[in-house]
């Protein structure tokens, strides 16, 4: 795997965050960052990934701020999820795009183009990050096909770069 390469890395002001913060809380219905002050943006390859706390919680990818999975795991979401039946996780962990058939469950609001989040069934424990290609309505209706492509899951860059942090820390 090659490295992630991020650059131009900067401390954002209460001003940037709060508004970094309300949107990503309007947009998953979940309360991000709290009290935390120090918290940096750094330049990636098709996306902007947001440091918090030393850790890459969340990215912004063509203007729109979202959490990664490692965001996802420290503050929850309660909308943008599609539910996979247990026989499509281990394809989404390792970054396969997800497909009609092994959707159970999703938030209804999903509309083509939003990013989503992708969860197990069973513990509900977010795997991946997408892009919707069809509605939230549409994905219920278990259509043949892609519906989300994947654009971060569990050990790809953005992962891996953390737990190297964590190591050399």
């Not at 990934?49 to 490692?70: C, E, M, N, Q, S």
């Amino acid at each position: 795997m090659t490295e992630l390469r991020l650059r131009k890395r900067h401390r954002l002001r209460q001003k940037e965050i709060a508004s970094l913060a309300a949107r990503i809380s309007s947009e998953l219905g979940t309360s991000v960052f709290g009290d935390i002050v120090d918290i940096d943006l750094a330049e990636g390859p098709g996306f902007d990934a947001v440091y918090v706390g030393g850790k890459i919680l969340a990215f912004v990818i063509d203007g729109a701020p979202f959490l990664t999975v490692r965001g996802l795991l420290a503050y929850g979401a309660s909308k943008r999820y599609v539910t996979v039946d247990m026989g499509a996780v281990r394809f989404v962990y390792n970054g396969a795009d997800v497909m009609g058939p092994g959707i159970v469950d999703c938030d209804p609001e999903i509309k083509p183009g939003d990013l989503v989040w992708v969860r197990d069934v069973n513990n509900r424990r977010p795997l991946a990050v997408g892009r919707a290609l069809i509605s939230g309505q549409e994905m219920l209706a278990k259509p043949k096909g892609k519906a989300v492509k994947s654009l971060h899951h569990v050990g790809d860059k953005i992962w891996a770069l953390d737990e190297v942090d964590e190591k050399a820390a």
